[in-house]
């Protein structure tokens, strides 16, 4: 297992990260603890929870899972989701965070988070309000690193300014969607994240499980999948020629004698901007799988073959601007230059 620096932090984290989504949902207390095991046995120290994956469920097998390994493990979990029918159950109010972060504490059985993420967009509290508050939890000990999930590039830039501004806590992660065939951060949140030094680390790397092997290209259903279940599969973000990324992974994975869940999963890893990428499973057997593709490197040859089928075209501003450098460049060659 590889270790990568998070962002510009000191934090070192596992470029496979445990997500514990189907903690409750798929597997029970029994499983999730040998998930975990499974996971710590390989060099995982990376697990990605949130305060309501499963009404906290999640968070509290988490914690049990964990028992007298607490050292062994970088926690990370989230806060916005609604956690009660109460006017202040949801967002990222002041009053809100500091309810959720002890209440994640308490369920993970821990005296700090190392990770802790601003969920989602939240427009109607200031950007001001809830980083102030995520300083505070910083000093007071509560939790150690922020960062965010879901946020467009000029809210984060907007975000980071406020921070270096004020001398608050600053963000040393993004949590993007992102895969073989989701790669719209590509244009602005990459190329963001890679100036202010922040981590990347990628959700749904298997795209819903649809680049896992079940699927077969031209379909988005699958019997006993999430696509069948109606859960965590998200296929209206993914590309248009997405059968045919489908079909060059399948093809490519035969070639490489590797799974197509280790293929793809590998490609987001190979990434030279990604630090960790976040893999889910239902049990220990499927788990153990999927960590196959920990500790090597896709071929030349792979690599550029995924990369070429996956590339998406770039939008306005940056393709009018691409052809800028070489005008600039070919001032030199100018009568009299």
């Not at 975990?36 to 988490?62: K, Q």
């Not at 895969?179 to 819903?208: M, N, T």
């Not at 550029?304 to 089928?309: F, P, S």
Request: hydrophobic residues 40%; glycine residues 10%.
């Amino acid at each position: 297992m590889d270790y990568r620096r998070l962002g510009r932090a000191g934090l070192k984290v596992s470029e496979i990260c445990l997500g514990t989504m189907t903690f409750g949902n798929g597997a029970d207390q029994d499983e999730a603890s040998r998930m975990v095991g499974t996971a710590l046995d390989a060099g995982v120290n990376f697990f990605d929870s949130a305060n309501s994956y499963v009404g906290g469920v999640s968070e509290t097998m988490l914690g049990e899972a964990l028992k007298g390994r607490r050292q062994d493990a970088v926690v990370a979990s989230k806060v916005f989701n609604p956690m009660g029918g109460r006017p202040n159950d949801s967002g990222m109010s002041r009053l809100h965070i500091k309810q959720q972060v002890e209440d994640s504490l308490r369920r993970l059985q821990t005296d700090y988070i190392d990770v802790y993420y601003i969920h989602h967009v939240d427009v109607q509290t200031p950007l001001e309000e809830m980083l102030r508050a995520f300083d505070d939890l910083v000093r007071q000990g509560k939790i150690l690193y922020t960062a965010c999930s879901n946020y467009e590039t000029w809210r984060l830039m907007e975000a980071l300014w406020l921070s270096d501004t004020h001398g608050w806590a600053r963000f040393d992660a993004y949590q993007p969607q992102y895969s073989l065939v989701v790669r719209d951060i590509d244009e602005e949140i990459v190329p963001a994240c890679q100036a202010k030094g922040l981590g990347l680390v990628a959700w749904s790397p298997l795209a819903g499980g649809y680049l896992a092997g079940k699927y077969k290209p031209g379909s988005l259903k699958a019997d006993g999948t999430r696509s069948a279940e109606g859960w965590g599969f998200n296929s209206r973000f993914f590309a248009p020629n997405h059968a045919e990324i489908l079909q060059t992974l399948l093809d490519t994975a035969r070639e490489i004698n590797r799974s197509p869940a280790q293929t793809a999963l590998r490609w987001v890893m190979d990434q030279p901007y990604i630090t960790s990428a976040i893999v889910g499973a239902r049990n220990a057997q499927q788990l153990g799988e999927t960590l196959g593709a920990g500790g090597w490197r896709l071929p030349t040859a792979a690599l550029a073959k995924l990369d070429k089928v996956s590339a998406r075209p770039h939008r306005y501003p940056r393709a009018f601007e691409e052809s800028m450098v070489e005008r600039r460049n070919s001032a030199i060659k100018m009568p009299g230059a």
